[in-house]
Nanobody, 122 residues
Framework: QVRVVESGGGSVQFGGSLRLSCAAS????????MVWYRQAPGKQRELIAE???????NYARSVKGRFTISRDNTKNMVLLQMNSLKPEDTAIYYC????????????????WGPGTQVTVSS
């Protein structure tokens, strides 16, 4: 069964740190680009970070310099280290694999996991 499960969220104060984990199963993990999204209340899901199968990383402007994405192909896991957290980072965080993409869109491989809640207080 193709799936991802996120974990590691929690409540922190402004300036704090969290490390999110994403456990993937049911597909050839090492060959897929992996992405993290987040969805804040009342807003659309936002792509924030990507690590390609070749370990190249890309970030949204909103998190660049504060968040670091990495992958461990031996464990089929993607990590998101989040530092200098701000209240606007409050959201549910989701990971997924990239099935295909165009210039403007990504199509995800797996059903969406449960996500993990991150809450940052000021």
């Amino acid at each position: 069964q193709v799936r991802v499960v996120e974990s590691g969220g929690g409540s922190v104060q402004f300036g704090g740190s969290l490390r999110l984990s994403c456990a993937a199963s049911g597909f050839a993990f090492e060959f897929y680009d992996m992405v993290w999204y987040r969805q804040a209340p009342g807003k659309q899901r936002e792509l924030i970070a990507e690590v390609t199968s070749g370990h190249t990383t890309n970030y949204a402007r909103s998190v660049k310099g504060r968040f670091t994405i990495s992958r461990d192909n031996t464990k089929n896991m993607v990590l998101l280290q989040m530092n200098s957290l701000k209240p606007e980072d409050t959201a549910i965080y989701y990971c997924n694999a990239v099935k295909s993409r165009s210039r403007d869109q990504i199509w995800e491989l797996t059903p969406w996991g449960p996500g993990t809640q991150v809450t940052v207080s000021s």
